[in-house]
């Protein structure tokens, strides 16, 4: 049969759709197939078991000339940790795909897994299994991490109700710019501190696994996603889940003094830097109106960042912010693409 | 950092035992971790649950000329399968990361997944989540496959024990011949028939999920291993998990007519055809003396084809072939390089 030929380009967000329509499980142990942050399965009458695959290719997510083997281990292994954060949940096991070009020696190979290691030695992660081939393009690496939560007890992105307060955790936009200034170096002039806390946001992310078991432990939140495609691509998928839709303000999305003073010397809006931002690895939660001085109150007390952004409206409101001038206007539609970091 | 240069190549045994030892488990709930067909966890008190993940790279092991997308997906799906198969388990869910290049067309992509159902529907197995991700490079495809058998109760590697019978199921070497039909058509002069029904084993190679099922819930067999490396490779690792050795009698090893016809054609040695060749997908086990009666008596009930081929040896007498001529010799070590179907 004839290779395939140049033709339409493939949407990931398109093609999830199209799988969950065609091959929609029917297991009663299937909490939640394709579409969360991890697949939920009932492994037991305790638990349940919670299922991400991320996939990094060379070029698209990452790229050797400015990120060493160990940075691209680790920050695959904090992309599956962060899936598993924003459901709750315990990392517990991790499987590794990873196909090696012929300029890759033992020694990057060693390195990559250092990286990944780093990043799950904290969590008491066991690695249990995988795969590995010599490739004849780039170096791919797909992760598979498996977690655990108590039974009926994970946050997920289909339970936000309207009027829930939007929180996030930690900064925003930070990794995007950390990004800019390790491939575009030449155009900011903003202060070495400054570049240092931003390249090792976007180079050392910190997955939010211990703030994702709070929210969980405590049954504070009612939804929850984390941030790796950026606020505005990620409050999209939340609400679309939970049949929602959402206001932000945008003068309360927190933004770190070196992202205020990188976006500055760099002529750019920061809002914008945190609204589409991507690989943040922040969770992006809702509360009810209830819960949410115990939220708060709780969160100072064990030292957790977290910041209300917003507030969950009826479907047919769609999703809007709030500008600096106090107008409201749709979201714009700007997802994140992950490429050569 | 500069990017790796090229160096020491990268062998995938030695990069698994590396592993293991770098980062060995000490989860008491991980019953076998990296080494095995798949890793074993301790799910709940009345499960263990069977973790595999297979990698295929395009250009390493297929070629979009030769091999249509959805037949990459069904093959895929049925490397992943047959690992399951070598437990005993019963396969239950899948993940799947895809990195496709822009070559490739939503409609190759439905193909792909078309192929990869084909082959998990008659399991029942529900496709739960995955990633998916642009390619500069080839089409990479990783699936990572779950599967359940009753706790204590797995087929393992390292359950063979001296004076316990070799036995595989089907036929070997048929796929390794269909590869050779469809890269080299032109040197054979075999009959049509026999040319379809190698490249059909070689296209659409039958997991043994229900032998395995059979082998494991009956407690017959002491250890298994699925033969995706080919006979001499697959039995050098069931004997090192294991810790014993093997003799095998060349002449007992199941060829089918249609690849004896072939090899005779193309002028090769048959059994080197069923040593060498991979991904064959049957599988290889070994069955106390005490039991041997009853598994050949069932199987020939259930209408299962096994074939005793060899015997378990002390490790020390290593692993060796009898030739047709009575001599034994040393297996020689030809491990099957996947590559271009």
Chains 1, 2 share one sequence.
């Not at 991320?54 to 997510?61: A, K, M, Q, S, Y």
């Not at 205020?260 to 830097?273: E, G, N, V």
Request: aromatic residues 6%; contains cysteine; charged residues 20%.
């Amino acid at each position: 049969m004839a290779p395939p030929q140049a033709s339409e380009p493939i949407h990931e967000f398109g093609l999830i759709r199209a799988l969950r329509r065609q091959f929609s499980h029917r297991d009663a142990e299937v909490i939640r197939g394709i579409g969360d942050d991890a697949a939920v399965i009932s492994a037991s009458p305790k638990q349940w078991w919670h299922v991400t695959t991320d996939l990094l290719v060379e070029g698209v997510h990452f790229n050797l000339g400015t990120a060493s083997p160990e940075a691209v281990g680790y920050r695959a292994a904090m992309a599956n940790l962060s899936d598993l954060a924003a459901m709750g949940a315990t990392p517990r096991y991790l499987l590794t795909s990873i196909a090696i070009p012929r300029r890759c020696s033992a020694a990057h190979v060693d390195q990559l897994y250092g990286g990944l290691m780093k990043a799950c030695r904290p969590h008491r992660v066991s690695l249990i299994g995988g795969d590995t081939s010599a490739s004849r393009g780039g170096l791919f690496l797909s992760l598979t991490l498996i977690g655990t939560t108590r039974r009926r007890q994970a946050l997920l992105r289909s339970g936000a109700r309207i009027g829930d307060a939007l929180y996030v955790t930690g900064t925003l936009g930070d990794s995007l710019a950390g990004l800019q200034i390790l491939t575009r170096q030449s155009s900011t002039r903003v202060a070495k501190p400054h570049q240092r806390f931003l390249i090792h946001r976007h180079l050392r992310p910190t997955a939010r696994v211990s703030e994702g078991q709070w929210l969980n432990r405590a049954r504070r939140a009612s939804a929850a996603i984390d941030l790796s495609d950026g606020l505005s691509g990620d409050v999209r998928h939340l609400c679309e889940e939970s049949r929602v839709g959402a206001d932000i303000e945008l003068d309360a999305i927190p933004i770190s003094p070196s992202c205020r003073a990188y976006a500055k010397s760099s002529r750019q809006d920061p809002t914008q830097l945190a609204l589409s931002g991507g690989e943040d690895y922040e969770l992006l939660f809702t509360v009810s109106a209830q819960h949410q001085p115990a939220v708060e109150h709780q969160a100072k007390k064990a030292g957790y960042r977290i910041t209300r952004i917003g507030v969950i409206r009826p479907r047919r409101s769609g999703l809007r912010i709030q500008s600096q001038a106090g107008e409201w206007r749709p979201l714009p539609l700007t997802s994140y693409e992950h490429f050569c970091s």
